[in-house]
């Protein structure tokens, strides 16, 4: 094995950094020579700029060498780019906001800073984090490490990328229907979302502001861990922040799998999923049962009304959230008749399509007639759902499944279809609908491509399912296999 | 339930998007879509269950009323397409 940054976890580089066996510099300096050697392929990037990068750990060194290495010494981080950076463009891959330069650092980065981390530029996603694959960026679509002509799936996809091929250790993405579980099931890396709640939302661009959780992405388990203490606890900027200490990592290694009880929904292993996808969870439960999990199927019949309430929800509070986006306080502005022909051009100008439908949809189901059956039905099968699974967590400690009903899949070919997009979240949204902790990780492959394990847990238990998941990752043998890349 | 043209062209109005008529017609298509497999949950019984909007609930927050420090003026119209001293500037609203 070679022996260079690129191939270090999170954790192996702070120790090496704060032991002083290499700086700052020559880390960021690996990484940044790899990212720009891969990019041109993958496209995970919308910027990274070598010369911020380096400024950054230039000062990150002299902090080490004054004795201040904080738990993420000299570890670069890449951001999605919904996630508000100070001085550093935050586009959301949309039109409307080119050459938008934040005057405020999102709270996660201001945290990420304060443990020692470097920023290592920004992620593509999907057009405000609307898709599931990254291709309605207006930057292009990022590409899948394991196959170039397939998607990373999204809307994290760049971020994804980014973390599987080893342009950058560990990345952040944002969760609003699994926008960070699904990528990272399908570049075979590990994406954790937390409770909703435990991680500020200051500084992420709003979508859906009662489902948005930011998360992390990595390559084992631990990184993840490293990367959720140190963003997450309480925040008086983010009015839903739960008064709540940071996921501590301190008893991380100290689980066992032994008498896990483990509920396996039939609805996330039947017709829906596809069989290769299924099959590869079944081997991986198969291999966790012999270190002791008691495994059971449930049924939870409200999952199969999940993409629908989703569809609504999410767009209702994005058309509320993407309001602001008028051309006044910030992106471009078109010319048009009056303040009211103004904004209505600056808009039709600056959103994709993708979004413009969505916020078609929300504007539509929030509006005066369509309001009850649309709309309150959609809270009200929210709440059921939230039932269901409280049910399910009194008796369980886990709820298990295939992250994604299926593997990557080809750049393109979903297009003519747009329910079969949406589709692809039908695992991945309850955690959101109920703001549970939720993780991915590789359990195994499918015709050569990754396939994920979602591992979820009762609201606040982020850091049993992060045990489970490591002890999870120790026996599964695919968990940290790389994508073979130059 | 079918969403005709002329609630196209409503909703976008609401919504503050300029559209044209081959864009009109192509999302009413993709709503119809959309909306024809949202019929769904029609079915649900949902009577007796109260909504809900979060996923968790957390009530009255409070903090101290303790200022902090803000952006300065010039910070908070950097990003704006055009401005004027110290202001935001957009077409006329009300007409003389």
Known sequence: ?486 | MSISLDEVRHVARLARLQLDETEMLSLQGELNALLGHFADIQIIDTQGIVPTSHAVAVQNVWAEDVPLACLPRTEALRAAPYSKAGLFVVPMIIEE
């Open chain 1, 1 to 486: 094995m070679r022996d260079t940054p690129t191939d270090w976890t999170a954790a192996e580089i702070a120790r090496r950094v704060a032991a002083k066996e290499c700086s700052c510099v020559d880390v960021s300096q690996a990484f940044l020579e790899r990212a720009e050697r891969l990019d041109a392929r993958l496209n995970a990037f919308i910027n990274l700029d070598r010369e911020s990068v380096l400024r950054e750990a230039e000062a990150m060194q002299a902090r080490v060498d004054r004795g201040e290495a904080g738990p993420l010494a000299g570890v670069p981080i890449a951001l999605k780019d919904n996630i508000s950076t100070r001085n550093i463009e935050t586009t959301c891959a949309s039109k409307i906001l080119k050459g938008y330069v934040p005057p405020f650092d999102a709270t996660v980065v201001e945290r990420l800073r304060a443990a020692g981390a470097i920023c290592f530029g920004k992620t593509n996603l999907d057009e405000f984090a609307m898709g599931a694959s990254t291709e309605t960026s207006t930057y292009g679509t990022s590409h899948n490490p394991w196959d170039p002509s397939r998607t990373p799936g999204g809307s994290s996809g760049g971020s994804a990328a980014a973390v599987s091929a080893s342009m950058a250790p560990v990345a952040l993405g944002s969760d609003t229907g699994g926008s960070i579980r699904q990528p990272a099931a399908m570049c075979g890396v590990v994406g954790f979302k937390p409770t909703y709640g435990r991680c500020s939302r200051y500084g992420l661009v709003a979508f859906g502001s009662s489902l948005d959780q930011i998360g992390p992405f990595a390559k084992t388990v631990e990184d993840a861990a490293l990367i959720a203490e140190a963003i997450t606890g309480h925040d008086r900027m983010d009015s839903t922040s739960l008064d709540r200490p940071a996921i501590s990592t301190r008893d991380l290694k100290s689980a066992s799998l032994k008498g896990a009880k483990v509920a396996l929904p039939t609805e996330m292993f039947g017709d829906s999923m596809n069989p290769g996808v299924v099959e590869a969870v079944n081997r991986a439960l198969d291999l966790l049962r012999l270190q002791g999990i008691d495994a059971r199927e449930v049924s939870i019949p409200s999952i199969r009304f999940g993409v629908t309430t989703y569809y609504i929800i999410a767009p209702a509070e994005a058309s509320s959230n993407l309001a602001r986006f008028d051309g006044v306080r910030y992106g471009p502005r078109s010319e048009g008749e009056g303040h009211i022909g103004v904004v209505e051009r600056t808009r039709a100008d600056g959103f994709g399509r993708e979004v413009k439908t969505r916020i078609m949809i929300g504007t539509y189901a929030l509006s005066a007639g369509y309001y009850d059956a649309y709309y309150l039905k959609a809270q009200q099968v929210r709440a059921l759902m939230q039932q269901e699974f409280a049910g399910v967590f009194k008796e369980f400690d886990f709820v298990v499944s295939p992250t994604s009903p299926i593997t990557a899949f080809p750049i393109g070919s979903l297009d003519s279809d747009p329910l079969a997009m949406k589709l692809l979240d039908y695992c991945t949204i309850p955690a959101n609908m109920g703001g549970f902790p939720g993780i991915s990780l590789n359990c195994g492959f499918s015709e050569g491509l990754p396939v994920g394990l979602q591992i979820l847990g009762a609201p606040l238990e982020d850091e049993k399912v992060l045990q489970f998941a490591y002890c999870a990752e120790q026996v599964l043998p695919d968990a940290t296999v790389r994508p073979p890349l130059p």
